[in-house]
Nanobody, 114 residues
């Protein structure tokens, strides 16, 4: 049974940082690309960052390039999203995903506000 459990969200001031984690189980983690998405109220769920399984090459949405970093620890079956220089428009529920699949976590709320 595939499980994805996000954590690390919270309330942060503009310019601050958060590190999200997504602990996974039930599949061969190192063999799969992983993604982070986010969904703001009233908006669609959008891709934020992507990391391949082998080699770990990455891709980012233009809106987060230079501020967010996706990484993975294949020994811990965990994918991370380091978010720096946060802006109010980064406020959303953040989800991890096995890339291209319908497997989603429950999400973690990130709120950027002063």
């Amino acid at each position: 049974q595939v499980q994805l459990v996000e954590s690390g969200g919270g309330l942060v001031q503009p310019g601050g940082s958060l590190r999200l984690s997504c602990a996974t189980s039930g599949f061969t983690f190192s063999s799969y690309a992983m993604s982070w998405y986010r969904q703001a109220p009233g908006k669609e769920r959008d891709l934020v960052a992507f990391i391949r399984g082998a080699g770990g090459s990455t891709e980012y949405a233009d809106s987060v390039k230079g501020r967010f970093t996706i990484s993975r620890d294949n020994a811990k079956n965990t994918v991370y999203l380091q978010m720096n220089s946060l802006k109010p428009e980064d406020t959303a529920v953040y989800y991890c995903n096995i890339a291209g699949s319908s497997n989603w976590g429950q999400g973690t709320q990130v709120t950027v506000s002063s």
